[in-house]
């Protein structure tokens, strides 16, 4: 595992269906935004992240880029292997506003996000060795 310093998001939001627009299904997770040089960018401005999703329909990856006013990335689930791709634009107060395309015609609607950073600057293998260290726990060894 390289040693690079990421930052580490938490993502929350929901989704609205086309074919059931008076539902919304709610989604979180985390993802790791940091420098990826096995994935090409379509963004010149944006920094790649990887992470995961929950949500009604099962566990899912998510592989993205994100920079100040636009955020896309394909999520796709475990369970069946189905992708679906979002892509998002920054609202003036701070949400994440945008559409998803899927396999099939059924999967298409809109979606609503925030994220927060919850990690900066976080140097993997630096923050497991101060927890090996230093971690005969507050909490896990009560």
């Not at 989604?27 to 040089?37: A, E, R, T, V, Y």
């Not at 990335?73 to 559409?99: A, P």
Request: net charge negative.
């Amino acid at each position: 595992m390289a040693n690079v310093k990421r930052d580490i998001y938490s993502i929350s939001g929901f989704f609205i269906e086309d074919h059931n627009p008076t539902q919304g299904r709610y989604f979180g997770g985390f993802f790791s935004l940091g420098p990826d040089m096995n994935r090409p960018q379509t963004n010149i401005l944006a920094v790649s992240f990887k992470g995961l999703l929950v949500d009604d329909y099962g566990d899912s990856e998510i592989i993205g880029e994100m920079c100040p006013e636009r955020m896309e990335f394909i999520k796709e689930y475990k369970n069946e292997g189905s992708r679906i791709q979002y892509k998002f634009e920054k609202n003036k107060e701070g949400i994440w506003v945008g559409s998803y395309l899927g396999d099939s015609e059924t999967e298409t609607g809109r979606a609503f996000a925030k994220t927060n950073i919850n990690w900066k600057g976080v140097e993997m293998m630096v923050l497991i060795h101060l927890i090996q260290k230093n971690g005969q726990g507050v909490w896990w060894n009560n």
